[in-house]
């Protein structure tokens, strides 16, 4: 018998009137339970314990699905068909030269205009999880080649895992990732200046103006951002430049299963380890979150009020070179899978 209870219900509809489905995924011992979406594969709550009271929902994001219908940043949605930045919105593939629709400054994000995050996903209930899949047809936001995309999340006892598989019929990149905004005090905890983090990378990428990767590969030894040894973030985000992360850190491209990242709350006593197939793990501190939007429980959420840890391939892979390989081709299957454990810390 797994240890997980599955359930499903109806969270609402799109303007077009698809059903939307909600997918509650609740470890029997009562500590994690995750709530995920058909609707963008959006991971729409996640309980996760701590050393006194009952869980609490550790993610960002809305009560109904009306916030979900309007723009917003990507709150736990699966994001693609290339998760992060493609600069100019323009690569080529074998010799042909192709237009992405451009949506963040001159760049393209996330997968253009309406990304993986906006589908309504075909879903399948599992024994301890949620299969969904989609097919972005060829063409789709300039991308070639149909690609058949398949999500899925299993819930084990306290650990979440997110298995992303593809396949297509051209030669496209392909970068799939969750876009879920932590605050293990609780969502709408007004900061996440208590947090210690640590990032298991001895690199980073350096971005320009547009956060575009320059294309080098930069030590993160004797710079702010190095956090292979645990940092609060109160302390280390003045140090940065600009407003707060928004990097990716290089990780191990042997597609072997890592652990890359830590998250730590101590006064809940709430702690999350980030292991990954994936060369790469964008750290974000919610540096364009500016409080305006309404969220869960009546809650906003104010700039550097949550973090993102988006295991993935490096931003703007598929134009430069070095660095890992951006491109899934025909016959081939792109296979990686991301896992959240939460643990508590006396
Ligand atoms: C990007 C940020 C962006 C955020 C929301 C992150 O992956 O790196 O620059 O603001 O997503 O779109």
Aim: net charge negative; proline share 7%.
């Amino acid at each position: 018998m797994p240890n997980t209870r599955v359930s499903r219900e109806i969270f609402g509809e799109t303007a077009e009137g698809l059903a939307v489905e909600r997918f509650t995924l609740r470890a029997a011992d009562g500590g994690v339970a995750a709530k995920v979406l058909s609707l963008g594969g959006i991971l729409q709550a996640l309980e996760a314990p701590g050393k006194a009271g009952p869980p609490v929902d550790v993610v960002l994001g809305f009560p109904s699905i009306h916030g979900y219908l309007e723009k917003h940043p990507y709150f736990g949605a699966v994001v693609g068909r290339v998760a992060n930045r493609i600069a100019g919105g323009r690569f080529a593939v074998d010799g042909k030269d192709y237009t992405l629709a451009i949506n963040n400054g001159p760049n393209s994000l996330h997968g253009g205009i309406v990304g993986f995050d906006k589908a309504v996903w075909l879903a399948e209930q599992l024994e301890d999880g949620v299969r969904l899949t989609h097919t972005s047809p060829d063409g789709d936001e300039g991308y070639p080649g149909a690609l058949s995309a398949t999500v899925t999340y299993r819930l084990v006892d306290n650990k979440l895992s997110i298995n992303y598989r593809a396949t297509t019929t051209r030669t496209t990149p392909v970068n799939l990732t969750n876009h879920a905004y932590f605050n293990l005090a609780g969502q709408g905890s007004p900061d996440i200046y208590d947090h210690e983090v640590t990032i298991m990378a001895e690199e980073y990428l350096p971005v320009d103006d547009t956060v575009i990767p320059t294309g080098e590969v930069a030590a993160v030894k004797d710079t702010p951002f190095d956090l292979r040894s645990p940092v609060i973030l109160r302390d280390r985000l003045p140090q940065l430049p600009g407003d707060g992360f928004d990097h990716n850190f290089c990780l191990s491209q042997s597609g072997e299963r890592q652990t890359c990242a830590r998250a730590c709350h101590a006064g809940r006593g709430c702690v999350m380890t980030v292991e990954t197939t994936q060369p790469g793990v964008q750290f974000y501190t919610a540096n364009f979150l500016d409080g305006s939007l309404q969220g869960k429980d009546g809650c906003t959420y104010p700039r550097h009020s949550a973090f993102c840890l988006e295991t993935q391939n490096w931003p703007d892979a598929v134009n430069k070179p070095n660095f890992p390989n951006a491109l899934l081709r025909p016959g081939e299957e792109y296979n990686h899978t991301t896992w959240f454990t939460f643990t508590v810390s006396p």
